[in-house]
T-cell receptor, first 111, second 111 residues
Framework: GQQVMQIPQYQHVQEGEDFTTYCNSS?????IQWYKQRPGGHPVFLIQ?????EVKKQKRLTFQFGEAKKNSSLHITATQTTDVGTYFC???????????FGTGTRLQVTL | DGGITQSPKYLFRKEGQNVTLSCEQN?????MYWYRQDPGQGLRLIYY???????QKGDIAEGYSVSREKKESFPLTVTSAQKNPTAFYLC??????????FGNGTRLTVT
C-alpha cells in the first residue's frame, strides 16, 4: 500500500523544549489520524484531521493538516516526561476503515 | 468496562507449531483488525474484518489465518508458514469509519 513517511524517526529533548513530528504522503489524503504509543503499551487515538489546512489543539499538542492534504504535523509545546512515547500518523486507504500507519517518531524526554 | 481483551500477554512457541492469538471485544464494534509491530517499527496490517463471517487480507497476510464467526471475536492463527513470527501483535476494533481502539497486545516469541 501507499507508504506514509514520518520524520524524524527519533528525537531526544530536554523537558520544556518543543517537539514536532511530520507525516508526509506522495498522494492526497482523505483524512489523517494521530496515535500515541507509550513504551510497552498499545497505540491510543489522539485526533483525526479531515479538512485542508485544519488545525486542532489538545492542551500542549497542536495538529495540522496541510493545505494540499499531503502532509500533517504534530507539535508539542514545552514537553513533559509524560509525553514520552512513539507518535504515529495513519491514513485511510481504499476502504475507509482500513488504516495504514506511518513509521512513527519516538520521543524521549529527559529532565 | 467496555474494551478489547487480548490473551495471553506473552506467548512462547517452538518453531513449526501453529499458535492462535485471542481477541475479544465488548464494544459492539463491527470492524476488527490485526496488526503486527516489530521492534522500532510501525504497525502493519495483517487481516481485517468489517462484518461477521467476512474478512480481507491486509498488507502482510501470508502465513496467517483468521476467522470471524462472532461479532465479539477475531482470533488470529500464526501458522508454521510464517517465516518470522516473533513480534508484538495488536488487535483493534472500530465502529464503521471511526478511529481504532486497540487491545493491550500479545508478544509472541518463537524459537
Amino acid at each position: 500500500g501507499q507508504q506514509v513517511m514520518q520524520i524524524p524517526q527519533y528525537q531526544h529533548v530536554q523537558e520544556g523544549e518543543d517537539f514536532t513530528t511530520y507525516c508526509n504522503s506522495s498522494t492526497t489524503l482523505s483524512n489523517i489520524q494521530w496515535y500515541k504509543q507509550r513504551p510497552g503499551g498499545h497505540p491510543v487515538f489522539l485526533i483525526q484531521l479531515v479538512k485542508s489546512g485544519e488545525v486542532k489543539k489538545q492542551k500542549r499538542l497542536t495538529f495540522q493538516f496541510g493545505e494540499a492534504k499531503k502532509n500533517s504535523s504534530l507539535h508539542i509545546t514545552a514537553t513533559q516526561t509524560t509525553d514520552v512515547g512513539t507518535y504515529f500518523c495513519a491514513r485511510s486507504t481504499g476502504t475507509a476503515s482500513k488504516l495504514t500507519f506511518g513509521t512513527g517518531t519516538r520521543l524521549q524526554v529527559t529532565l | 468496562d467496555g474494551g478489547i481483551t487480548q490473551s495471553p500477554k506473552y506467548l512462547f512457541r517452538k518453531e513449526g507449531q501453529n499458535v492462535t492469538l485471542s481477541c475479544e471485544q465488548n464494544l459492539n464494534h463491527d470492524a476488527m483488525y490485526w496488526y503486527r509491530q516489530d521492534p522500532g517499527q510501525g504497525l502493519r496490517l495483517i487481516y481485517y474484518s468489517q462484518i461477521v463471517n467476512d474478512f480481507q487480507k491486509g498488507d502482510i497476510a501470508e502465513g496467517y489465518s483468521v476467522s470471524r464467526e462472532k461479532k465479539e471475536s477475531f482470533p488470529l492463527t500464526v501458522t508454521s508458514a510464517q517465516k518470522n513470527p516473533t513480534a508484538f501483535y495488536l488487535c483493534a476494533s472500530s465502529p464503521d469509519n471511526s478511529p481504532l481502539h486497540f487491545g493491550n497486545g500479545t508478544r509472541l516469541t518463537v524459537t
